[in-house]
């Protein structure tokens, strides 16, 4: 089940305002990670993004990845996580 | 592809639901740690655990990273002491259990388990030497755990043992009691004890196993009482399903942590222990998730049943994730370490005797469980010896971990901290069963044991 392929989900989730598709997408991009797919909505102002990425030669256990986005989130206000794809893989699919 | 919805529902557990992996336990054999000489034994057992552990820790925190995953717990699990020492020339076992201490602490683990023995037919001059070592081995340490297996379905029950355990609860309660005797949730006595289980009090490597092992323990009653919250007044069979789903989703999470645990380790994947494990966290509740299914209160009319099924429908679920399934695998219901446990048995509606009775359709039996401080020895092993016999009489495991705490009585309230939790003090029938206890002998194995 698990792909070759080093690629994460990164998770954004709370209280929408200016800047955040742009905060996430520059620290991503400094960091040499490539965004394949976005997706985006607002429900009852509670603002919810899922960044499928490829990690490229980045892994996320020896990398200060987390530590970042979890900088970034505070900055922005809201919540953001980072998981390899394998977890939901293996979770959702036989 | 992924869809949205998949990754916040994965999000929500994690997140809301308490989701997280339990325990990674690495087993290891310490059966050529043997020596004639104690220093030169707990010199081999500190070495080895400390060679083939050291990086448990750090692997177990870069997995939890990588994915997302909480991993709350990581342990190790010996060969059972009277195993390893019976060759020493020493009656005491206390410094063996010390070494296990020490060897915990170097590789950062929280436990260490397998200061046990195996006597379900009958003691060795080693098995004995270790039970009677138990009381200070577990006031002089603070990471180890005893376990002793007193029965099995093949064998029967071994009532000298069943006898001597009480005495033995009871003096570790002494010898704790300035810590609410603390040293009695690291004790734990088994019948149909298995030998690959990942959880405390009871792990230990049993002599089956191989040199090395990855075993993992899962959790999750958050996340399946949230499942069945969405089916609301829905009949039973959709409940059924309803779970089955959800322990299929946490197992999954499970076997992904153990292969990449075993693949990074070098350690063969033993198995998953698909057992629901609660907290005493509010939302990781195990009494909870049973009053989901309807009853005003765990332990209350209904919640054997309840409790049977989900117990049945996480194995099915379960069973589907990941090939090997073992362990003690079936719902925990510890008392003091669940937060709807507490609240049942503190307002009265669940007590000793229906704890009993769910021990039948789950896992691991009387576990955490507070009592009278003056309760005597010979109660406590009537307790354990109606626990083996439900075990050994319905082929499978079951386990009592009882806390007889010196100077409280019921009404009290006992607090350990952390996982291990707090409690009320729970009233034990008073009438004595010292003359049955004191018979001693073998309760032979039950005719349905003879199956070639």
């Known amino acids: ?94 | 592809m992924i869809t949205d919805f998949e990754i916040l529902e994965t999000m929500k557990m994690f997140n809301e639901q308490h989701l997280d992996i339990r325990t990674i336990t690495m087993g290891i054999s310490l059966m050529d740690c043997a020596a004639s000489s104690v220093d030169e034994c707990c010199d081999k057992i500190y070495d080895k655990i400390v060679r083939y552990a050291h990086d448990l820790v750090a692997t177990g925190e870069a997995i939890s990273k990588k994915y997302g995953v909480p991993i709350i717990n990581k342990r190790i699990s010996v060969t059972p002491i009277a195993i390893v020492a019976a060759a020493c020339n020493t009656s005491d076992y206390t410094p063996f259990a010390k070494t296990l201490d020490r060897a915990a602490k170097a590789c950062g683990v929280n436990f260490v388990g397998g200061f046990s023995a195996l006597v379900q037919k009958g003691y060795t001059n080693s098995d004995m030497k270790l039970i009677n070592s138990i009381p200070e081995a577990l006031a002089s340490t603070d990471f180890v755990c005893s376990s002793i297996n007193l029965a099995s379905t093949r064998t029967g029950i071994n009532m000298d043992a069943v006898g001597d355990m009480g005495r033995i609860i009871k003096k570790t309660a002494e010898l704790t009691a300035d810590r609410d005797a603390l040293g009695c949730a690291k004790l734990v006595v088994f019948a149909n004890a298995p030998e690959d289980n990942p959880f405390m009090a009871g792990a230990f490597l049993g002599p089956g196993e191989p040199e090395c092992v990855i075993n993992v323990g899962i959790s999750g009653p958050g996340v399946v009482k949230h499942a069945i919250e969405s089916v609301k007044g829905a009949d039973l069979g959709t409940v059924a399903e309803t779970i089955k789903k959800a322990a299929f989703k946490i197992t999954r999470v499970g076997e992904l942590v153990a292969r990449e645990a075993s693949e990074r380790l070098h350690v063969p994947f033993g198995i998953i222990d698909l057992s629901l494990a609660p907290t005493p966290e509010v939302g990781d509740s195990v009494a909870r998730l049973l009053e989901e299914f309807g009853l005003e209160t765990c332990g209350t009319w209904g919640t054997t049943a309840a409790l049977a099924m989900l117990n049945d429908a996480v194995k099915k679920g379960g069973i589907m994730a990941s090939s090997y399934v073992g362990g003690l695998s079936g719902a925990f219901i510890p008392v003091s370490e669940d937060e709807g446990m507490i609240a049942a048995a503190a307002s009265g509606s669940l007590k000793l005797e229906k704890l009993e009775a769910m021990t039948c359709v789950c896992s691991v039996g009387l576990d955490m469980i507070a009592i009278p401080g003056d309760t005597s020895a010979e109660t406590i092993s009537g307790i354990i010896a109606d626990e083996m016999a439900l075990g050994t009489f319905n082929n499978k495991t079951t386990a009592v971990r009882v806390i007889p705490v010196p100077g409280k009585g019921v009404g009290d309230k006992v607090e350990f901290g952390g996982l291990l939790g707090y409690a009320p003090i729970m009233e034990v029938n008073k009438a004595s069963c010292a003359d049955f206890i004191n018979r001693g002998g073998r309760i032979p194995a039950p005719i349905h044991s003879m199956r070639n």
């Not at chain 1, 080093?6 to 996430?24: L, P």
């Not at chain 1, 620290?27 to 607002?42: A, K």
């Not at chain 1, 980045?58 to 970042?68: L, T």
């Not at chain 1, 980072?82 to 699919?93: G, P, S």
């Open chain 1, 1 to 94: 089940m698990e792909s070759d392929k080093n690629t994460a989900v990164i998770s954004v989730i709370g209280k929408d305002r200016v800047g955040i598709i742009a905060g996430v997408s520059a620290l991503l991009s400094e960091n040499n990670i490539n965004i394949n797919d976005i997706s985006q909505t607002i429900l009852d102002d509670i603002f919810t993004m899922i960044m499928l990425v490829d990690l490229k030669d980045n892994d996320i256990e020896n990398s200060d990845i987390v530590e970042k986005l979890n900088a970034l989130g505070d900055e922005l206000g809201v919540t953001i996580t980072i998981q390899h794809t394998d977890l939901f893989n293996r979770m959702h699919r036989i």
